[in-house]
């Protein structure tokens, strides 16, 4: 009876240690879960946003703010004080930018112009090559979004100008025209011709189909064709569509072409520097004809 009553004492002592074993295990285990729940909610408080308002007050983004607003009697608010507008105003004049023009002075031509016709009084007759002019395929330019005109703060009169800040491809323009659909272009030294149409500038250079960047003078014909006069490539005609050469590389010895002009017959001219002038004569197509040359040889007072 002994041994028996001994035994079951010893099992009962094992079974409370394994019971207080496990409750301890237990209650760490708790524990431990409650620290990982204060810690994320440590870390998700963290990620939250703040802002600063002007005031210096912290606030948390993403929570609604509740607003309240306050409403204030009529009854309780002073009424507006009334100042009469004195009658004796002071008035300035200002500055109209209107000049008045000195009086020019006239000189009456003389009757007496010398005429020279080539062909008479050992004048040689002009040299006239028939030639094709070269089409090149257009590829129209990306408009780029282009501010308006300005004016200068201090500017004496209404002179408004457009720069390389503004749009422009470059600073140095030798010609402009206003063409017959309301744009306007520019022939510049250096970054070819470009067009602007009041919102946005389109630049033309060689990489669009221009013969040349250096572009002098601009013109527009009864056909609705811009022809531009260059530094070293002669004329190049654009219809929308594509350009048309007519320079050295196709026999047509002009280059340097400072002007451009259609007479009455719907022939050509171009001026140029140092070779006189250019009369052409197209054919019907207008790709080719014939060029005659006119210089200082021919009765012309230089070149």
Not at 16 to 38: D, H, M, P, V, Y
Not at 214 to 235: L, Q, R
Not at 265 to 277: A, C, H, V
Request: net charge negative; aromatic share 10%.
């Amino acid at each position: 009876m002994r041994v028996r009553t001994y035994q079951l004492s010893v099992f009962k002592f094992f079974i409370r240690t394994l019971s207080f074993i496990g409750l301890l295990s237990l209650l760490i285990a708790c524990s431990q879960a409650s620290k990982n729940s204060e810690q994320n909610s440590i870390q998700k408080e963290e990620k939250r946003d703040y802002v600063i308002s002007r005031f210096g007050d912290t606030i948390q983004t993403g929570v609604p703010i509740p607003i309240e607003g306050i409403v204030i009697n009529p009854d309780s608010v002073a009424p507006p004080e009334i100042v009469p507008i004195n009658k004796h105003l002071k008035e300035i004049p200002i500055h109209q930018n209107i000049y008045p023009l000195d009086n020019t002075k006239k000189i009456e031509a003389s009757d007496n112009i010398a005429i020279a016709k080539p062909g008479e009084n050992g004048i040689p007759l002009p040299k006239s090559i028939e030639a094709q002019g070269k089409i090149v395929p257009v590829i129209q330019p990306t408009p780029q979004p282009a501010n308006s005109f300005s004016m200068n703060d201090n500017a004496k009169y209404d002179i408004r100008y457009l720069d390389l800040k503004k749009g422009l491809s470059s600073e140095q323009v030798n010609d402009m025209l206003l063409d017959s659909r309301g744009h306007l272009w520019f022939a510049t030294m250096g970054g070819g011709v470009s067009r602007y149409d009041g919102t946005t500038i389109s630049h033309f250079t060689e990489q669009h189909g221009l013969s040349e960047n250096m572009a002098h003078c601009i013109y527009e014909d009864s056909k609705g064709h811009i022809w531009f006069g260059t530094e070293s490539k002669g004329v190049s005609r654009y219809d929308g569509e594509k350009f048309t050469y007519f320079n050295i590389e196709q026999g047509i010895d002009i280059n340097r072409v400072f002007s451009i002009l259609e007479d009455s017959n719907g022939d050509y001219w171009f001026g140029m520097y140092g070779k006189g002038l250019c009369h052409f004569k197209p054919n019907k197509d207008g790709l080719g004809g014939i060029f005659t040359y006119y210089n200082k040889e021919n009765g012309l007072p230089f070149n």
